[in-house]
């Protein structure tokens, strides 16, 4: 199935959108993969360490031993990846392209078949495809790279690295898309397009083209599988995040069309019906073209003021496929977090996690504070805390707090925030439990925490006073309190509020 609908906004030219929904990807390049490492004397050091650790996480993973060609004056293709598992490649020696040119014309005539080549540096009509990817580090030219990059039947990629450390980072996601990635072509209305995807879903921007709906009601998409037709359909209510997905596809010419672009941005907001998943989705790539258009404005400023250095044109035309190793390292990421976080929270037997904490409390703790009962009085509510506390082992003293939030929220929290009420007051752990087990039994949720200019009382629980309360602030009240917030805020806090796989505060909880 393909649907398709033309953009919302209008950047160099018109557009229209086309999504595509194919198999998932469950095969990959596998030994069709070749790594091009130089190892001349300007590679010693961290280049080629973080290089050969990328090279050794790939193999421990994979357990393949992809084929790997160094050079320097000469080129030696008798290794694999597997080589560096107990040891570093040795860098020394001048740089000969030449070399290695002549070492992959040479395995290309001997094996016919696709082939991609990852082919690092610092400085074939074929009727099978072969790819050139290419990632630059330090002083390299740009045209010559560009060049690289499109020796094979097909353009490759390009990433360009000015630390050890970003080479590092580089050359794993190279590898990863290198392993996942295919590509899919889509023809309509008798033209072709072209894109790689390692998702269940691929997005086709294409300019200058009227499709009529009456006329036009199928593609033919192309793959590695072969050649299918599918049905393509108008769509009729798109979606914030299929918008925003369009809008990472566009590569500005110049500063105004980025301001265009991150002008448009601003404006995408998450709506009610959008399910946690699309609205973390949603964040993520916003933040990314945010990021990616501010790097642009810095490159197009150097450009605009004249002589321009090698390296900003390296910056440059890496920038402008950074949106394709962006889905890639952005759906590693959610998985991590929706894999491991969510199908840990939805699996967790909420209702027994506090029974480790009552086997726990410290008896001599108690009667310490016991001791210090004179103390203990709420200032508030002028209540003996000892005894609310020792009441029941399942509340929690807390400042409870009602707060309304505008669509400022999503990228100035601190001003998007309108503080309506605070109490202090005890929540209690039934309470806490059907407040989780609502946001975890909505299945839609329909004005979840994405509801702007409103306050939706389905997430509110009732503080003790029986005022509503849609966010706590926990209250220190001694060690044995403490641990029964920790054990609470362990299971949500993470999991809902951050973008880390575990939460910090609590090594080991996710």
Same mark, same amino acid.
Request: charged share 20%; with cysteine; aromatic share 8%.
């Given at each position: 199935m393909a649907s398709y609908f033309k953009t919302p906004f209008n950047i160099n030219g018109h557009h229209h959108?086309? =999504?595509? &929904?194919?198999? &998932?990807?469950e095969t990959s390049s596998t030994n069709n993969?070749?790594?091009?490492?130089?190892?001349? #004397?300007?590679?010693?050091?961290?280049?080629?360490?973080?290089?050969?650790?990328?090279?050794?996480?790939?193999?421990?993973?994979? &357990?393949? =031993?992809?084929?790997?060609?160094?050079?320097?004056?000469?080129?030696?293709?008798?290794?694999?990846?597997?080589?560096? !598992?107990?040891?570093?490649?040795?860098?020394?020696?001048?740089? %000969?392209? *030449? %070399?290695?040119?002549?070492?992959?014309?040479?395995?290309?005539?001997?094996?016919? &078949?696709?082939?991609?080549?990852?082919?690092?540096t610092d400085g074939l009509a074929k009727t099978v495809t072969i790819i050139f990817h290419v990632i630059g580090f330090g002083d390299v030219n740009n045209s010559f790279l560009d060049e690289v990059r499109k020796l094979g039947t097909k353009e490759g990629l390009f990433r360009y690295s000015t630390q050890s450390a970003e080479l590092q980072n580089n050359f794993n996601d190279m590898f990863e898309y290198?392993? *996942?990635?295919?590509?899919?072509?889509?023809?309509?209305?008798?033209?072709?397009?072209?894109?790689?995807?390692? !998702?269940?879903?691929?997005?086709?921007?294409?300019?200058?083209?009227?499709?009529?709906?009456?006329?036009?009601?199928?593609?033919?998409?192309?793959?590695?599988?072969?050649?299918?037709?599918?049905?393509?359909?108008?769509?009729?209510?798109?979606?914030?995040?299929?918008v925003v997905r369009a809008l990472n596809l566009i590569s500005p010419d110049d500063k105004e069309s980025v301001q265009q672009i991150r002008t448009y941005l601003y404006s995408i907001i998450p709506t009610g019906n959008m399910n946690l998943t699309e609205k973390l989705e949603l964040e993520q790539i916003k933040n990314e073209i945010d990021e990616r258009m501010m790097e642009y404005t810095n490159l197009f400023t150097q450009i605009k003021m004249g002589q321009v250095p090698e390296q900003v044109k390296l910056k440059l035309s890496a920038l402008r496929h950074d949106a394709t190793f962006a889905n890639a390292q952005r759906r590693k990421k959610l998985d991590l977090r929706i894999n491991k976080n969510v199908d840990y929270f939805? $699996?967790?037997? /909420? %209702?027994?996690?506090?029974?480790?904490?009552?086997?726990?409390?410290?008896q001599q703790g108690w009667n310490d504070i016991k001791q210090q009962k004179p103390d203990w009085i709420c200032t508030y509510s002028n209540d003996d805390i000892y005894e609310m506390m020792r009441k029941t082992s399942d509340n929690i003293m807390c400042l409870g707090i009602l707060i309304e939030r505008n669509e400022e929220a999503i990228t100035s929290p601190t001003k #998007?925030?309108? @503080?309506?009420?605070? %109490?202090?007051?005890?929540? *209690?752990?039934?309470?806490?439990?059907a407040a989780m087990n609502l946001a975890k039994t909505t299945q839609t949720n329909d004005n979840n925490y994405g509801q702007f200019?409103?306050?939706?009382?389905?997430?509110?629980?009732?503080?003790?006073?029986?005022?509503?309360?849609?966010?706590? /602030?926990?209250?220190?009240?001694?060690?044995?309190?403490? $641990?029964?917030?920790?054990?609470?805020?362990?299971?949500? @806090?993470?999991?809902?509020?951050? @973008?880390?796989?575990?939460?910090?505060?609590?090594? #080991?909880q996710k």
């Open positions: 959108y086309i =999504e595509v &929904k194919v198999p &998932k990807n993969i070749i790594c091009c490492v130089d190892v001349s #004397g300007s590679m010693s050091g961290s280049p080629i360490r973080n290089v050969c650790e990328v090279l050794r996480d790939i193999y421990k993973r994979t &357990k393949i =031993e992809y084929p790997l060609f160094t050079y320097n004056t000469t080129a030696n293709t008798q290794l694999t990846i597997k080589s560096v !598992e107990n040891q570093d490649l040795n860098a020394n020696g001048g740089t %000969s392209f *030449s %070399s290695v040119f002549t070492a992959i014309q040479n395995h290309l005539i001997n094996n016919q &078949k696709s082939t991609t080549f990852i082919f690092m290198a392993m *996942s990635a295919k590509e899919y072509t889509i023809v309509i209305n008798n033209q072709s397009y072209t894109a790689n995807s390692n !998702e269940e879903t691929v997005g086709f921007l294409i300019n200058n083209i009227n499709i009529d709906n009456t006329i036009t009601n199928e593609i033919i998409v192309r793959s590695s599988d072969g050649e299918i037709k599918v049905p393509l359909e108008l769509k009729e209510n798109i979606s914030p995040l299929q939805r $699996k967790t037997d /909420i %209702s027994g996690i506090l029974d480790g904490y009552k086997k726990d409390i410290d #998007g925030l309108k @503080l309506i009420n605070v %109490s202090n007051t005890i929540i *209690s752990y039934d309470s806490f439990i200019n409103g306050i939706n009382d389905a997430y509110c629980v009732v503080g003790q006073l029986h005022e509503k309360i849609n966010a706590v /602030i926990p209250l220190y009240i001694n060690y044995e309190h403490m $641990k029964r917030i920790r054990i609470l805020e362990g299971i949500w @806090l993470g999991y809902m509020f951050t @973008l880390e796989v575990i939460y910090k505060g609590h090594p #080991g």
